[in-house]
């Protein structure tokens, strides 16, 4: 099972979202990423891209995307942020 590894970053934005829904949906991701690390999108916005890196994936929950890092050598996933999508461009 991969390894999640939470930057300050996410958790400062998870502490923002006020949706017990939105929440809920952000952990089960965070499971499905755990068991399947690579089921992110490589389509990410340049802007999303040029913050974190080539190897930056992300996974929709509505209305954020949730961007994360992944290595495949050591088997971790790195939970870098919550990007509005809005924002995400």
Same mark, same amino acid.
């Given at each position: 099972m991969t390894k999640l590894l939470y930057s300050?970053?996410? !958790?400062?934005?998870l502490a923002g979202v006020t949706s017990t829904k939105i929440e809920r949906k952000i952990f089960d991701i965070l499971d499905a990423i755990e068991v399947a690390s690579d089921i992110g999108s490589k389509a990410v916005p340049e802007s999303i891209r040029s913050e974190f890196g080539e190897g930056v994936r992300k996974l929709a929950v509505n209305p954020f995307d949730l961007v994360y890092t992944y290595d495949a050598e050591r088997d971790i !996933?790195?939970?870098e942020a919550l990007i509005h999508q809005r924002a995400a461009w």
């Amino acid at each position: 099972m991969t390894k999640l590894l939470y930057s300050d970053r996410f !958790a400062n934005d998870l502490a923002g979202v006020t949706s017990t829904k939105i929440e809920r949906k952000i952990f089960d991701i965070l499971d499905a990423i755990e068991v399947a690390s690579d089921i992110g999108s490589k389509a990410v916005p340049e802007s999303i891209r040029s913050e974190f890196g080539e190897g930056v994936r992300k996974l929709a929950v509505n209305p954020f995307d949730l961007v994360y890092t992944y290595d495949a050598e050591r088997d971790i !996933a790195f939970i870098e942020a919550l990007i509005h999508q809005r924002a995400a461009w």
